[in-house]
């Protein structure tokens, strides 16, 4: 069961450390067609993260060529932080101030940044403040929900933390889910928290799934799998679509489940070494 979205699908592809994918920014049809490279430019290395700022209308972008990049939907560079040595950036969001947030790999902690790329980053959380972070996402009350998995070294604490905005450097440990491995994560319609999930991480024969977690206690909701209609390989970035649409990027392809429901509608997009990292529904 295919279905279509109301907006192209862009997907960044890993490379190099992060998996034998194309290092590019892709674009999709509708129907799930490879458009090809969303943009074509020397500053796009290795993509990680991807947000839209609702405000611009602007796709912000991860590079892994240590900067930032803001691009419209002609398929324009519009905005380039330049190179940051050592910046290492990893997954991105939007926060309830405007700014645009985001991991870094290397420090383990997540900064903000300015949209016009006029002020010098600020760290939101202290550095190396989870063994290895795996997605973040705000909550409807201004919470922030950080996934700590299992980092490139075998280390790591699977769980979810909650850190409120007046005591950001004590957070609470929200989710305690002996089969959650998580790899990223995002907020659902209905505020509670879902995360992709890989355990153990890294194992051939890993246990895949999307999870929804209440977002006041974290307790377990429902779990959602493929049930044999995707391979649903190494599932990385979430992102919500049109018509309660939930889509993972994995190995290979794109999944998209019903939320609702929690049916799983198979591969929504399919291409072979693909290895994406994340996904967002742009212009």
């Known amino acids: ?13 890993a490379s190099g450390a992060n998996g034998d ?5 892709l674009s999709f049809e509708m129907d799930g067609t490879l458009r090809g490279t969303f943009v074509d430019d020397a500053r796009i290395v290795d993509p990680r993260g991807l947000a839209v700022d609702p405000n611009e209308d602007l796709l912000f972008l991860n590079s892994g060529a240590d900067r930032v990049l803001a691009i419209s939907s002609h398929a324009r560079i519009v905005r380039d932080t330049g190179r940051i040595e050592g910046l290492n950036p990893g997954g991105g969001n939007f926060g309830p101030d405007g700014r645009y947030f985001f991991g870094l790999r290397s420090e383990r902690t997540i900064v903000a940044l300015s949209t016009r790329f006029d002020a010098a980053l600020e760290h939101v959380l202290p550095p190396r403040v989870v063994p290895f972070p795996r997605g ?9 929900f950080l996934a700590s998995g299992i980092g490139p070294n075998s280390q790591g604490d699977n769980t979810i933390l909650a850190f409120t905005p007046a005591t950001p450097i004590k957070p609470s440990r929200l989710v305690a889910d002996p089969e959650l491995s998580p790899l990223d994560l995002a907020i659902a319609p209905n505020g509670n928290i879902v995360v992709s999930s890989e355990r153990p991480f890294g194992a051939v024969d890993a246990v895949t799934s999307v999870r929804e977690y209440d977002a006041t206690d974290g307790h377990l909701v429902r779990v959602f799998s493929p049930n044999g209609k995707a391979e649903f390989c190494k599932p990385r970035g979430l992102r919500f679509g049109p018509g309660g ?16 429901s929690g049916e799983c509608l198979g591969a929504i997009a399919r291409l072979p070494q693909l290895n994406g990292q994340a996904l967002v529904f742009f212009p």
Do not use: N
């Open 136 to 144: 973040f996402a705000f909550g409807q009350d201004g919470r922030l």
């Open 245 to 260: 649409l939930l889509c993972c990027v994995a190995r290979d392809e794109v999944i998209g489940f019903d939320f609702a």
């Open 1 to 13: 069961m295919r279905r279509t979205v109301a907006k192209p699908l862009l997907v960044t592809s």
């Open 21 to 25: 994918g194309f290092g590019a920014l």
